[in-house]
């Protein structure tokens, strides 16, 4: 099983940007794919991001052009870099990590408010 310790959330004035970070620790050889879902207040919780061992990414309709999805060399950490922040990208950011489990970090608050 895969450890993941998120950071980098926090308070953020719209057209802010924040980068978050996803350590991994554990069984992380054979990842599949990495990412980032998030979760608003009474809403589900939505891929923002993904990146697949080849390197493929895949983004929400929503943050296309405004987050980016990247990893270490390591690939033993990800990040978003989310430029452009709107009110609406307020929400828990969960860090996703696919070998043999599905692994979920514990949740990192972004709020974009002025």
């Known amino acids: 099983q895969v450890q993941l310790v998120e950071s980098g959330g926090g308070l953020v004035q719209p057209g802010g940007s924040l980068r978050l970070s996803c350590a991994a620790s554990?069984?992380?050889?054979?990842?599949?794919?990495m990412g980032w879902y998030r979760q608003a207040p009474g809403k589900q919780r939505e891929l923002v991001a993904l990146?697949?061992?080849?390197?493929?990414?895949n983004y929400a309709d929503s943050v296309k052009g405004r987050f980016t999805i990247s990893t270490n060399n390591a690939k033993n950490t990800v990040f978003l870099q989310m430029n452009s922040l709107k009110p609406e990208d307020t929400a828990v950011y969960y860090c996703?990590?696919?070998?043999?489990?599905?692994?979920w970090g514990q949740g990192t608050q972004v709020i974009v408010s002025s």
């Open positions: 996703y990590w696919l070998n043999y489990l599905e692994s």
């Open positions: 990146i697949r061992s080849g390197g493929n990414t």
């Open positions: 554990g069984s992380v050889l054979s990842t599949n794919a």
